[in-house]
């Protein structure tokens, strides 16, 4: 099956399909034209479904699966929404699906779903109903952890991580909030945010309340979890439960601030990111108007750039948090989305970088599909 | 129970195979809506949350009466609009 990426935007949905030696990138015609999709996912155990989370700005958030590769799309029969609100208790809505996870291989049509405001959602027939997940929503702690302290674009919940080796141990983060892991498939949490700093808290040292921005865990070293927070990159290896900011190594002038993290399908020491401007007003632009990738070899103790083929100066680039992807290769592809519409493809490792489309709407997600 | 026309906003007419009018029975918004799931199911969430509100940009009318609440009667209004709130970009 030939490979695609599936591009979500803020007015619909996109596939951008490869001819057979990746030199030119032919975009379909949209679907959903005037959706709001934010996240589009393949499930690696059935590679013809697909999963969409999608709103238009006027009607409510909801999902719409696909059986056969993305030809055609049913709306869930029932979409993720919080249970009802009792007594005194705050009614929440989901106002947005984020984000959309496979579960684990041992279950199939498992999938989890994160939420603005943020909710944590599961559905165990591929997507067509959804439940909340109690131990999360309705833990004690929830209303600190999911305290609603939003950011410009609302509170989400994200980077949902089921452990390749348990499908109970699972990892969460919330857009503000912190990282969360669960070792009983979601029935009860703990804060996992040791180390990361939280400068725009009263307390820098605070359990919770910080700003993950994408976190991801290494799927043949389960135990080694990256992390673009809002203040810096960080590494943490498991059983400890302390990050490291490995974004400390990055060039000063550059800084260790961005959104999306991709790493390497097997070398867990591999990683890139997307620095973006994080001083003052936090304008989340390239750099200094000039776009770079930045590919760390050894596991964050030093960084390079790349930047070959990208604009040289005068580029504002502002990349999302699902807005970059990569292939499943050895020495994989990377392909990137811009909130003004552009798609940049690296090829070997982001060696080399070229525009493979322009013109699209707001870009949310990239997503590689076969 | 008493049957209205339910006229239907462009964005909501997926769900009514593109018909701008449609039929459907109820004395209270709520009845009338829980009609029309039963009859284009999934209709009714992208209007109203799960905690019963009218979303932010949705606005139902009975006649010329704004709805503020699904709980309300349909007086003898033969007509519920439901509209897509102008907004956006």
Redesign the interface.
Known sequence: MAELLWIGTRKGLFALRPDARRRTYRVSAPQFL?HTVHHVVQDPRDPKTLLMAAK?????P?VFRSVDRGRSWK???R?P?????VDCEK????ARVFWLTPGHRSEPGAWYAGTAPAGLFRSVDAGDSWEPVAGFNDHPMNPKWAAGLATPDGEFLHSILVDPRDARHLYIAISIGGVFESNDGGKDWTPINHGVEANFLPDDSAEFGHDPHRVEMHPVQPDRLYQQNHCGIYRLDRPARTWVRIGKAMPKTVGDIGFPIVLHPTDPDVAWVVPMDGTTVWPRTSVNGKPAIFQTRNGGRSWRRLARGLPPKDAWLTVLRQAMCRDARENPGLYFGTTAGEVWAGANGGEVWRRIAQHLPEIYSVTFAL | MMNRTVRV?S??RSYTGGAATVDAAGTTVSELLADLERRF??MR???????D?I?P??RLYAGTREIHAITEAMENEPVLHLI??L??G
Request: hydrophobic content about 40%.
């Open positions: 005037g238009t700005g006027h009607l409510g909801t709306e869930a029969s979409p929404a919080f249970r009802k609100a009614a929440r809505a989901v | 906003a964005p909501l199911p999934g969430f992208r209007m109203i949350d799960e905690q509100r979303r940009h949705i897509c709130a907004s956006g």
